[in-house]
Each structure stands twice: as C-alpha cells, then as structure tokens.
C-alpha cells in the first residue's frame, strides 16, 4: 500500500503554502502546533526555515505523522514558541 504525501511536504504542494496552514514540532515527544506564519514573524531563524518548501528533505520530518522533530527540552521550546507569536520574551520566575 502506498502512503500519500503529507499534507505540510506534498510535492505537488511545494512552494504554495497557506500562511494559515498549521505546522507541528515534535519537541523531546510533546507535540507543539503553529501557523505557517508564525514562524515566519523571524526570518532567517532555524523554525522560519520550516516554511520554506525544501524544509522536509532538509530537516528531521516524519512524513508519517506529518511533522517536523527536535531533540530538546519541550518546555522551554514553549517559551520559544510564544516569543514567536507574542515578540515578548515571558519566561515565569523561579518559586
């Protein structure tokens, strides 16, 4: 049985991304999700390269499960990922 392309890295779709598209990281098995252009709000950054239409062969993704993986620590990732959406670094104080 053959499997069909991932929705986020069809090869028919390469290069006509929706800004709204949603996009998952895989950070340390917590799975983040995000839109095409929040990650865009930094270009030049490692996560802005995820939109990019070679992202998929250049980078560590699942086709299977549709999704991009990093090997880090998924909490912190959280705060990076609302940097991302905010411009805000917010990070809680320790207790």
């Not at 049985?1 to 098995?29: F, L, W, Y």
């Amino acid at each position: 049985m053959t499997q069909a392309p991932a929705k986020s890295c069809a090869r028919g779709d390469m290069g006509r991304h929706e800004e709204s598209e949603k996009i998952v990281i895989n950070v340390g098995g917590v799975r983040h999700e995000t839109y095409r252009s929040t990650l865009q709000t930094l270009p030049g950054t490692r996560l802005a390269w995820l939109t990019e239409p070679d992202a998929c062969s250049n980078f560590d993704y699942d086709p299977a499960a549709d999704e991009f993986f990093f090997d880090r620590h998924p909490q912190v990732f959280a705060y990076v990922l609302n940097y991302y959406r905010t411009g805000k670094v917010c990070v809680p104080q320790p207790m």
